[in-house]
């Protein structure tokens, strides 16, 4: 990652206002770096800007007086010396455009959304290259990290993944700090996947618990979930290793118990008889997990990738069938070795 030359604070500027953005953005003006937080919508900037919260997202958690705000998008890309996008899947390949026209060649990109580009089930690092150059220097940062408690600076632990590992370890540094622990990895492809399957895993824990099925029933969806995530990731050329850590694992094990994922209360409410559009309507924010259901079944069965609980999933979410005629359908698959 490039230097910026002189003596003053790194300049980073975080795409996204939303819950996860906004926690970012505190983070790294807590860090001591010149922060801006762009959101698309003015007024809602100014208001944030004027309270110096974000009473929509993160309610009574106050900004750190570096932390600047910014609803001029050009501007904030080209003053600052790296990018950090924290937008929703769907919304992600839009930015980028707007990126693009004001991004200097050899500036950093770098994002904290996880999922699949919707329509075309690619991979989000397969977007950027596409949008940015093959050679842009691009990465995530993924792991099991609810954005309430990085904004409450609470301990938490996160991957920073690019292919190019100078720029994992010098993004790492960045968000490195006494409450939040960056490690790095040049395996971005499994970053993605576990970051992605882990929200469509989650609504499946969810509808479980909503239905009151208990810790047996949450605990082996959890295990051969990461059987499926770990399928998936090896066919499309992830290394196991990085499954098994925090942006597999880890961040599978947080949203498919912790009431903070909306993937989780998405399903809760699904388990409990709610219909979905009622329950997305009752959260109130972006499900990734509703989206992502939709390319993971398509890129599993291209693939020819067994995943009965994303697909039993997507069947209730997508196709009406009830969470009982879902978990029938599971328990009736015959019996196979646990390693198949």
Request: aromatic content about 4%; charged content about 15%.
């Amino acid at each position: 990652m490039p230097v910026n030359g002189n003596s003053k604070p790194f300049r980073v500027g975080v795409l996204g206002a939303g819950s996860w953005g906004t926690a970012l953005a505190m983070l790294l003006a807590r860090n001591g770096h010149a922060t801006v937080l762009w959101g698309r919508n003015a007024q809602a900037v100014d208001r944030m800007a004027v309270t110096r919260s974000n009473a929509d997202y993160l309610p009574g958690v106050s900004f750190p007086a570096n932390m600047q705000l910014s609803a001029k998008l050009g501007r904030v890309v080209s003053d600052s010396d790296l990018l950090l996008l924290a937008c929703p899947s769907h919304a992600f390949v839009t930015v980028l455009q707007q990126v693009v026209a004001h991004r200097r060649t050899a500036q950093p990109v770098f994002w904290a959304t996880k999922g699949f580009e919707p329509g075309s089930g690619r991979l989000l690092h397969e977007v950027a290259a596409e949008q940015l150059g093959a050679n842009a220097p691009v990465g995530i940062v993924t792991g099991p990290t609810f954005a309430a408690e990085v904004a409450r600076s609470l301990p938490t632990a996160a991957t920073v993944a690019s292919r190019d590992h100078d720029q994992a370890r010098a993004l790492a540094a960045l968000l490195h700090g006494e409450h939040f622990r960056a490690y790095t990895s040049t395996d971005i492809i499994g970053a993605e996947i576990g970051g992605a399957v882990k929200n469509v895993l989650a609504v499946a824990t969810g509808i479980a618990d909503g239905m009151g099925l208990g810790d047996n029933a949450r605990s082996g969806l959890i295990t051969r979930g990461l059987n499926e995530t770990m399928r998936l990731g090896v066919a499309l050329g992830a290394q196991a290793e990085t499954l098994m850590g925090l942006s597999g694992v880890g961040d599978l094990v947080l949203t498919c118990t912790g009431d903070l994922s909306r993937n989780r209360r998405f399903g809760l409410a699904l388990g409990r008889g709610v219909a979905a559009c009622d329950a997305l309507a009752e959260i109130g924010q972006v499900v990734e997990g509703v989206k992502t259901a939709v390319e993971l079944r398509r890129l599993s069965q291209k693939l020819g990738v067994d995943m009965p609980i994303a697909q039993v999933t997507h069947a209730i979410v997508h196709q009406g069938i009830s969470p009982r005629d879902g978990l029938r359908t599971l328990l009736s698959r015959e019996a196979k070795p646990e390693t198949a």
